[in-house]
Every structure is written in structure tokens, then in C-alpha cells.
């Protein structure tokens, strides 16, 4: 689509009751980000009120009509996904605006291949609209969907807002509340101003203190809280972004537990979903299928997240296992099926199960493909420990494109599963305190040792041949087994961000350098030329509200990981006071950190250990005028010595290098250091 243009979605395709929206854009330095909002609107163009206003702290709308999934990582780098039930949008409702916003004064002209994408409820591409030229601006309005003869249509906007988020919410109606800072100059403690981020360290629970209906909300909570969660956590909001100043408080677990009344550590809390008698496979299968299919059914928050995204509405759901169905002499049995009503029509999946690492099998997913086909069912879903990268998928299977009805297939990991409990119950919350509980029983069944669904854990056959090869130098370009260890890397490096998200309440994205429609197998091959070259592993991986990005890479030859983050010098002041904040700010980190001095020219600057740089912090400019661009601070560890192709040494040492520089490096930095405008001379310390 151009700009200004608008089409019927009928005339797109035969199923348009539920579509979805991805806003993508990509950044030269690949640290660029958004935030996308929806606004309902009325006939003159105004919210109803305040709850006609979605973003990252307010994403679902209560009938279900509006749902933001939040980010996905792409070939491009990530994109976020909003999904529409158009047949749930109230009738008072005439127009549905998708917009995104900037914020720490970053404006989208520095973005590249600004895009938006319509999709059917298949995931099928419907129509792209891309924006061209978006200039100094801290808002953009991507697009809207309108009625028109009681259908709807869609138009291509493309207009920016120098104003920002906040001047985009006050046009279209929003209350938004400016002041970010009360008369004594003390934060404020429910409102904040939508127009500007606050900083990570800021982001702290408010106290139990609510007015008006949330009073009444939180009292009423408060009455059905189960005995093993406190009564103050129907108080607590699950982060104090800028938002309006009506947004709802929601019921999020609290994070200091209760002490225990129990005589000893030996006595075990009575569990909902017990783990410990689990004994074989298929046991952990069948119990790991009806736990998780029982909670999305009773906590409809947590359905519709896990749901939405493979093109379900927003409705009545329930959840079945072991079900027979007819298929010839041999009749099949899925491990479940989840089936979602609304408005009289019926929408279905089937669900297979594996747990332990098993792998899941083409010919037992393919005939759940032709069944579902048969039988007028809408997906299947697969569930396991890998996680699916694009453009290599975990089974192939063939679709028959004769038959009227399209079966998608859709892949979860039990990391994925995990990462969006911990969302709603630690940050985000849930609309009844007896859901929360069920997601955290849920949680301690997920991460029990016996469960069996621990995300991905088996860096693959090709895992020792490869680091062997690496150590004998026999490694030959060309050789498919190093692409298959690329691959597992980044399902690994994917598992971690979905991890660390969940735990921080944060968006963290694999960051993915490559040119705009790159195919994911080529850039995966370069990276495997590179494995057998250097012997490294390299990633990548952005945390909202870090200065930078975080860089992993893995060092077969030596055995060592280096964890590393790069931060600008500041725009104003001078090198030595830098050099002095930076040693105050990592005054918890370890000794051993490295530091270096990053400035212009192939040659790099000057280089130590925390240690050293304590007592004398001007040790670390460099004394020939080089100009100084930023730093570099690094942390090393050994992978461990199992090579293993279970759990084992590598992937633990994965995740403690990158929780242990992130817990005494990252959190300490300061998150609001500008980007730096122009290098300064090295030589100006003073």
C-alpha cells in the first residue's frame, strides 16, 4: 500500500474476523527501538475514556478485541505483533488507530524500512504498507481500521507526531497526566508522564496506597485470596511505567515470600501440580499437557497470550486431553486440544506434547496435519523443549493444497510457556488473585527437576564432532554439522533472553545484524564459516533500558566465555570524570572486570583490570590524543569441561555468565547515558 491508500478487508480474504498487525523497523546500529499503542475511537474521533488506550502497561483489552503480544525476533531483527478480535470491538467503536512512539528524545527518522503488515488468522500475509521518510518525530500513526457499510476497511496513514506519545494521546482524548514529580519534588507515586520512559532503577512498586475504584477493586480481590498469597499483593501495580492516569492496578505475586510455619527445611510445601512421582516419559507427557491446558483454560489471561498469536479469538476456551480420533483403522490421539468459542463459531487446535528433550516426530505431527484438515480445524501446536528459529523449522510437513481449509502449524517452547507465566504474575498481573496462584503453581511444576520441561537443553549430535574438529583443526568450511551448532547457539541465546525477560520484567531480543530480507540460512551458513575459521560463537542481545548491548561469545579453542557490553562516552564534560563515574558506578562489580577504552582508529585504547583502575582511574585514557568514543567491559569465565550433548557444562556456563554479568555489571551502569554526539579528545582530561 502507498500513503492515504484504503482497502475492504473482505476484499483481502474470506476470514478477516480476527486479524493481525506486526509494526517492524530496523536500526543501522541494531540498538533502535518502539513502542506500539492502539487507540479505540469513537465517531469524532476521541476515546471513550482512558481504558481505550493500549500500550506495554495496559496491552489486553477485557472483551478480548485488542491484545499486544509485545516483540518477536525476525530475519530483520524483532517486530512487534498486535492481534485484533474485529468482531468483539464494541459497536461505539468506529476506528481503531496503531501507532508507536519513541521516547528518550529518539525520533523515527533514525529508523530504517519502517513497515507494517496485516495477517489472516493462518498467519497468511494479507497487504505492507512501509513509511517512507518519517523525519524528526517521537510518534507515528502506522495505520487505522475504520467501518464503512458495516464492514471493515483499512487505511494507510503514515503521519508523525513531533510531541511524542503524550501529544498523541491528548489529541485523540486521553487524560494524560504531565507532572511526573508531586509539589515536594518527590516521585509521584501512582502517575507518571506518559511522554517520557522512566529510567529501569525507577521502576519500583508503589505502595499499597490506591484512590478511588482501585480501592474498591483491591478490597474485592483481596476477599477471594488464597491463603499461600499475601493480601497486599492485590495492591501492588506490576510496574509504574508512564501511563494514563486511569490505568487499572492488576494482582501480581509479591516478590518477598512469606516465612515458612514449617518445623524443619525438610518439610515440602503441598503443591497443586505434584512433580516428584513422575517416573517415565509419557508420564511427564501426559501430566505436563493437562497442568498447562487446565491453567490457560482458567486464567484467560494467560490462554489468550499463549493463544493469540497463532490466530485464536478472544473467547470462551476450554482445554481436553487425550482424545480419540477417528483416523482410518488406527484411530489417533493427540495429547490435547483446545477449542475457543466466540459468537457461535468454533475455532480449533491439536496439541502434541514432548517433555525431556525428546524430539518431536514428522510422520505423528503430519498425520495431526491431515486430521486437522479433514475436520475443519483451524492448527496444530506443537510443544517442547527446542525452540523453532525461522527458516528452520523443527518438523516439515506437506499440506494438501487441494483441501478448502488451511491448517497451520504453530511451534511453543516450555521456556516460551514459562517467560509469559513470569510476565503476568511478577510484572505485568492478572485480573483475580486466585490466578496468580494458579500461574505460580504452574511455575513450580515448569521449573520442578522432574517435570521434564526445562526449555532447551541439547546442544545436538553435531556438538563434539564440531568442538573436536575446533581442537584438532581438522573444521572445514562448507561442513554442515558447524551450521548445526550455530543453529542450537541460537536456540540457546533465545532461551536466555526469554529467561532474563521473564525474570527482569523487560523486553530482551536476540539482536540479529544482517541486511534487510537476508535469508536466515545464508546468514547462518557465514556464521558457521566464521565457527570453523575463529572457532567462535558469537551473539548479541539488547535489554530494555541497558546504554548498550550485551555481547556473548564463545571461545571453542580456548574454552573461555566473554560476556561484554559497550557504552558511549557522554556527550559533555571531560574524559577524566568519566573515567571516575564509570570506576564509582562499578564499585560492586568484580575485581576482575575489564575495562577498555574504546576511540577512533583501528587501534585500540588503553586496558585494565577494576582492580587497578580503582586506586588511579586516569590509567585507562589514553595519553596520545586519540579521541574517545566509549568503553568496554568485559567478563571472562571458563565453559566447563562436560561436552556432553544433555544439560551439562556449556549451556550452565551460558547462564551464569550472562546472569552474573548482568547482576554485577549491567544493573550498576547508568541507564540514561545519552548516546554520544561528538568524540572528545582523550588528551582534554582535567
Request: with cysteine; charged share 25%; glycine share 10%.
Amino acid at each position: 500500500m502507498i500513503k492515504g491508500a484504503n482497502v475492504g478487508l473482505p476484499s483481502l480474504s474470506t476470514d478477516v474476523g480476527s486479524v493481525m498487525v506486526s509494526l517492524g523497523w530496523s536500526s543501522p546500529t541494531g540498538e533502535g527501538d518502539a513502542d506500539v499503542s492502539v487507540l479505540l475511537l469513537t465517531s469524532d474521533g476521541k476515546v471513550r475514556s482512558d481504558a481505550d488506550f493500549f500500550f506495554y502497561n495496559n496491552p489486553v483489552a477485557p472483551d478480548g478485541s485488542v491484545q499486544l503480544l509485545g516483540k518477536a525476533p525476525t530475519a530483520d531483527g524483532d517486530e512487534d505483533r498486535i492481534t485484533f478480535d474485529l468482531t468483539a470491538v464494541p459497536p461505539g467503536v468506529e476506528r481503531i488507530v496503531v501507532a508507536a512512539s519513541r521516547y528518550q528524545g529518539a525520533v523515527f527518522g533514525d529508523l530504517d524500512d519502517l513497515r507494517l503488515t496485516l495477517s489472516d488468522t493462518s498467519g497468511e500475509g494479507l497487504l505492507r504498507y512501509s513509511v517512507e521518510d518519517a523525519g524528526a518525530v517521537g510518534a507515528l500513526l502506522f495505520g487505522e481500521f475504520y467501518r464503512r457499510a458495516g464492514d471493515w476497511r483499512f487505511r494507510a496513514i503514515g503521519q508523525g507526531y513531533g510531541s511524542g506519545l503524550a501529544g498523541l494521546a491528548t489529541d485523540f482524548g486521553v487524560d494524560v497526566d504531565d507532572s511526573a514529580e508531586t509539589g515536594s519534588g518527590e516521585p509521584a507515586e501512582t502517575e507518571v508522564s506518559v511522554g517520557e520512559r522512566e529510567p529501569v532503577e525507577a521502576r519500583k512498586p508503589v505502595e499499597a496506597t490506591v484512590i478511588g475504584a482501585a480501592v474498591i477493586e483491591a478490597v474485592a480481590v483481596a476477599a477471594v485470596v488464597p491463603p499461600s498469597v499475601p493480601q497486599s499483593a492485590a495492591a501492588v501495580p506490576p510496574r509504574t511505567d508512564p501511563r494514563p492516569s486511569t490505568a487499572k492496578k492488576k494482582v501480581t505475586l509479591p516478590k518477598a515470600a512469606r516465612k515458612s510455619l514449617a518445623e524443619n527445611d525438610n518439610w515440602r510445601t503441598a503443591r497443586l501440580f505434584p512433580a516428584a512421582a513422575l517416573k517415565s516419559d509419557r508420564e511427564r507427557e501426559t501430566r505436563a499437557t493437562s497442568v498447562l491446558l487446565s491453567v490457560m483454560a482458567q486464567v484467560p489471561e494467560f490462554g489468550r497470550r499463549l493463544t493469540a498469536g497463532f490466530g485464536a479469538p478472544a473467547g470462551r476456551m476450554e482445554t481436553f486431553t487425550e482424545v480419540t480420533l477417528p483416523n482410518g483403522d488406527s484411530p489417533r490421539r493427540p495429547d490435547g486440544v483446545v477449542r475457543v468459542e466466540r459468537a457461535g463459531k468454533l475455532w480449533t487446535a491439536l496439541v502434541e506434547t514432548k517433555t525431556n528433550g525428546n524430539p518431536l516426530k514428522q510422520d505423528q505431527v503430519q498425520a495431526y496435519v491431515d486430521i486437522a484438515a479433514r475436520r475443519g480445524y483451524e492448527a496444530v501446536i506443537t510443544l517442547s523443549n527446542d525452540v523453532e528459529l525461522e527458516g528452520s523449522p523443527l518438523v516439515h510437513v506437506k499440506t494438501d493444497g487441494r483441501r478448502k481449509n488451511k491448517v497451520t502449524l504453530w511451534h511453543l517452547s516450555w521456556a516460551e510457556v514459562t517467560h509469559q507465566a513470569q510476565m503476568l504474575i511478577r510484572h505485568e498481573g492478572v485480573a483475580h488473585a486466585s490466578h496468580a496462584w494458579l500461574l505460580q503453581e504452574l511455575l513450580q511444576y515448569l521449573q520442578h527437576e522432574n517435570s521434564g520441561c526445562h526449555g532447551f537443553q541439547n546442544m545436538g549430535p553435531a556438538w563434539v564432532p564440531v568442538r573436536n574438529g575446533i581442537d584438532d583443526e581438522t573444521l572445514c568450511q562448507g561442513d554442515t554439522r558447524a551450521v548445526d551448532v550455530v543453529e542450537s547457539w541460537e536456540r540457546l541465546v533465545r532461551q536466555v533472553c526469554l529467561r532474563l525477560g521473564g525474570e527482569l520484567g523487560q523486553k530482551v531480543l536476540p539482536v540479529q545484524r544482517a541486511r534487510r530480507g537476508a535469508d536466515p540460512r545464508d546468514r547462518r551458513a557465514a556464521l558457521a564459516d566464521r565457527l570453523c575459521l575463529e572457532g567462535k560463537l558469537d551473539a548479541e542481545v539488547r535489554i530494555e533500558g541497558t546504554p548498550g548491548v550485551l555481547a556473548l561469545c564463545a571461545d571453542l579453542r580456548t574454552g573461555k566465555l566473554r560476556t561484554s557490553i559497550e557504552i558511549p562516552a557522554p556527550d559533555q564534560g571531560y574524559p577524566l570524570t568519566w573515567a571516575k563515574r564509570l570506576v564509582r558506578q562499578l564499585d560492586e562489580a568484580p575485581a576482575d572486570l575489564h575495562v577498555e577504552t574504546l576511540v577512533d582508529g583501528e587501534a585500540g585504547g588503553p586496558r585494565g583490570t577494576l582492580e587497578r583502575l580503582r586506586p588511579e582511574p586516569a590509567d585507562i585514557l589514553p595519553r596520545n590524543g586519540d579521541r574517545i568514543t566509549g568503553f568496554r567491559l568485559s567478563l571472562f569465565r571458563g565453559m566447563g569441561n562436560t561436552r556432553g550433548n544433555a544439560e551439562s557444562g556449556f549451556i550452565r556456563s551460558v547462564d551464569d555468565s550472562v546472569d552474573r554479568f548482568h547482576n554485577l555489571v549491567v544493573v550498576h551502569l547508568d541507564h540514561r547515558a545519552p548516546r554520544p554526539r561528538q568524540p572528545v579528545v582523550g588528551a582534554a582530561a582535567g
